[in-house]
């Protein structure tokens, strides 16, 4: 089945950087935009940018833009999103989330999360 | 940038009920609208697309409607497991997407 699978959870002190895995099955990895998008404690859900693994172009939140960077190895389907410099902001669940093919920029299918927490 | 905002921030409901949840966009978004259920500590999943398309899968007490600036999710019959958070997603902005700020259901 199609799915997108996360790697686990990071703690990371301030200052350091971090490195997620987005691996996928199911479906043609190269051909569908993958999403990163973040949801701090209690807080709601931020679009951090998108990336296209056929081509390796990428869009950032001005928010992010210097501070993550997304790339893709597509012969192992999977997509990597780092963030450097963490700060205790940064401490979220992040997910990476695949276009729909039925209408663009639609987040269908889902990975399942990975915490990153940052702390002293 | 397109900012989005939700109302109410908050509901209760019983089950069995009706609920409406509004996204407002500041400005016209068309029909570039998604919908999204979020549980906690797990990952969102997709509703409705393009304002009023129900995404494979999703029961059909779920719909959406609206254009331009003003968009409704309604939920008939609420079940239990639809006591969630649900948040609105703009496109319009390609590639540079807005989620609202979430409105949270909850058991009455």
């Known amino acids: 089945q199609v799915q997108l699978v996360q790697s686990g959870a990071e703690v990371k002190k301030p200052g350091a950087s971090v490195k997620v895995s987005c691996k996928a099955s199911g479906y043609i990895f190269s051909g569908y935009y993958i999403h990163w998008v973040r949801q701090a404690p209690g807080q709601g859900l931020e679009w951090m940018g998108r990336l296209f693994p056929n081509s390796g172009d990428t869009n950032y939140a001005q928010k992010f833009q210097g501070r993550v960077t997304m790339t893709s190895d597509t012969s192992i389907n999977t997509a990597y999103m780092e963030v450097t410099g963490l700060r205790s902001d940064d401490t979220a669940l992040y997910f990476c989330?695949?276009?729909?093919?039925?209408?663009?920029?639609?987040?269908?299918?889902w990975g399942q999360g990975t915490m990153v927490t940052v702390s002293s | 940038d397109i900012q989005m905002t939700q109302s109410p921030s908050s509901l209760s409901a019983s089950v069995g009920d009706s609920v409406t949840i509004t996204c407002r966009a500041s400005q016209s978004i068309t029909n570039y609208l998604n919908w999204y259920q979020v549980k906690p500590g797990k990952a969102p999943k997709l509703l409705i697309y393009a304002a009023s398309s129900l995404q494979s899968g999703v029961p059909s007490r779920f719909s959406g409607s609206g254009s331009g600036t003003d968009f409704t999710l309604t939920i008939t019959n609420m079940q239990p497991e639809d006591f969630a958070t649900y948040y609105c997603q703009q496109s319009q902005s390609t590639p540079r997407l807005t989620f609202g700020p979430g409105t949270k259901v909850d058991i009455k």
């Open positions: 989330a695949r276009d729909s093919l039925l209408w663009s920029d639609a987040l269908d299918i």
